[in-house]
């Protein structure tokens, strides 16, 4: 018997762990556990929980259109498998689990290693795939971009015709799906669902975007209006949740770019999606190479400016307007609201509001981040961590500069003809550009003068940002200086180890 463990994998094409467990027409235990610990976390939204419970209801159709089910378990991750596997042992079977890596928060990882330190001690087989590219633990960790581009290029899993999964009795909480839906409710609300889980929304999500919605992709992506109609591909929390894997969205993205080979506008905006997904693969092995840097400042020198310590009262005050979309900054106002609605914002929006709290509001990134999980259908760690210390100005200490916003200004830029300032401010509605910007609307509209002083702000809390960053620029220069002598010393002793050994070789030939 294979027990196959989905998780942030919920898909049967391209899915390593799924072709493997089920191939020779083995019997194979489909599962999920509905953990506790992720929809009872302060910080997951019901947009995400509805998103998941909607990806995992699709693939038991898929699953069921091949003769298995889902396996619904409900309790500790840790607990259930050990109950599962301890079941199928008093059975007289021997399981194997299938399972991908999952690239998260220390949770996870204790969660595996427990896991996997349980089949160890039974003497039982494990395998753990790669859900999208990755290079892990003992593997050469150059080479990074030429691995990546051999992986996504090579032959996607196959996906199974049939799958043999027997009725079995098991004396584990389970759920039905109708019981799900229940227990549940409070994430299956009425209320607009902007995204829709599951891998056969996944692929027709692609499909459209392929289809017609890639033209101008290179340019629109840092539209919040163009984006929001549709411009980029939404395949965010299809990626998030595995209902797609990164190798298909790449090699159907190449076959569509070779069908338009003779349009060089439509390569050059596949070609600009492409490189998203690298980015977006670069990000994972960050967080599994740095798994610290979920709530670690990258470097230590902000620990003093950044933490997530309580946040004294005016600055609750300025979290507050921030997070309700009413800090007086039209642009980021619309986006935040928008991510209240939608459950989700362009990128360059979402850098734009990053930098505006950290830098202009002086509040930390821990706090800001925490807010994106919450409310971001697409929440992944590992991009939204590391872009949040990127726009508080944490990263990249050895560049003289970092990227302040300006949001009146990105008004102009991005925004200029107001659609989607009047979509989610329609305080606003009836004002020209030039009047928001010279603050016409003040004392005729109900929305609120701005909060802060953005260019005092910026002048002020910039200074004491660039003054850590150039502690930590000063303290990594010399670091380096010490590791280039060490190299210089040990490229030198290599030397002359090569050189005697040269030496007794020439010596051993003469005799």
Not at 359 to 373: D, R
Request: glycine content about 6%.
């Amino acid at each position: 018997m294979h027990i196959l463990w989905f998780r942030r994998d919920l898909r049967l094409s391209d899915n390593e762990i799924v072709a493997l467990s089920t191939a020779d027409n083995t019997e194979v235990l489909p599962c999920f556990i509905i953990d506790p610990w992720f929809y009872q976390q302060a910080a997951v939204g019901k947009a995400r929980v509805r998103f998941l419970f909607e990806s995992l209801e699709d693939l038991d159709n898929n699953l069921r259109a091949r003769g298995s089910q889902l396996y619904l378990f409900e309790g500790s991750s840790v607990s259930v498998l050990q109950k599962l596997t301890s079941q199928l042992l008093q059975k007289g079977d021997r399981p194997k689990l299938f399972f991908n890596y999952d690239v998260q928060v220390q949770y996870g990882i204790e969660r595996d290693r427990q896991i996997i330190d349980f089949y160890q001690q039974h003497n039982l087989s494990y395998h753990q795939g790669l859900n999208n590219f990755l290079q892990t633990a003992g593997e050469r960790t150059d080479g990074w971009i030429e691995q990546y581009y051999n992986y996504v290029r090579q032959p996607l899993h196959p996906t199974p015709e049939r799958i043999n999964t027997p009725a079995l009795k098991l004396d584990i909480p389970q759920l039905t799906f109708s019981q799900l839906k229940q227990k549940y409710s409070q994430f299956w609300g009425t209320e607009n669902t902007y995204f829709k889980g599951g891998e056969t929304q996944a692929i027709g999500t692609l499909d459209s975007f392929l289809d017609e919605r890639f033209g101008g992709y290179h340019w629109k992506i840092s539209r919040p209006w163009h984006t929001q109609q549709g411009a980029t591909s939404h395949l965010s929390p299809h990626l998030a949740f595995g209902t797609i894997s990164v190798r298909q969205v790449y090699q159907r993205t190449k076959e569509r770019a070779a069908e338009l080979a003779d349009n060089p506008k439509a390569q050059f905006s596949l070609k600009a999606f492409r490189d998203r997904l690298r980015w977006h693969d670069s990000f994972t092995q960050r967080l599994y190479n740095h798994p610290e840097l979920f709530d670690t400042n990258r470097y230590s020198e902000f620990d003093r400016y950044y933490s997530p310590a309580e946040l004294d009262e005016e600055k609750q005050e300025l979290f507050a307007a921030w997070k309700e979309g009413q800090t007086g900054f039209p642009l980021v106002d619309a986006s935040m609201r928008q991510l209240l609605a939608m459950g989700w914002m362009n990128f360059r929006m979402r850098a734009m509001c990053a930098t505006f709290l950290c830098i202009n509001c002086g509040i930390s990134w821990h706090h800001g981040a925490t807010h994106y999980i919450k409310y971001l259908v697409d929440t992944d760690l590992a991009i939204n961590q590391w872009q949040w210390q990127m726009q508080a100005g944490v990263t990249n200490p050895l560049s003289d500069t970092f990227r302040i916003y300006n949001p009146n200004k990105n008004l102009e830029e991005s925004g200029g003809d107001l659609k989607f300032i009047y979509h989610w401010v329609p305080e606003l509605r009836g004002y020209s550009l030039t009047e928001i910007l010279d603050g016409a609307y003040l004392n005729e509209s109900p929305y609120p003068a701005p909060m802060i002083d953005w260019a005092e702000t910026r002048k002020v809390n910039g200074k004491i940002v660039s003054n850590l960053r150039k502690q930590v620029k000063e303290r990594l220069l010399a670091e380096q200086g010490a590791e280039l002598e060490q190299a210089a010393i040990a490229r030198e002793t290599v030397k002359k180890y090569w050189e005697t050994r040269n030496k007794q070789y020439q010596q051993f030939k003469q005799k």
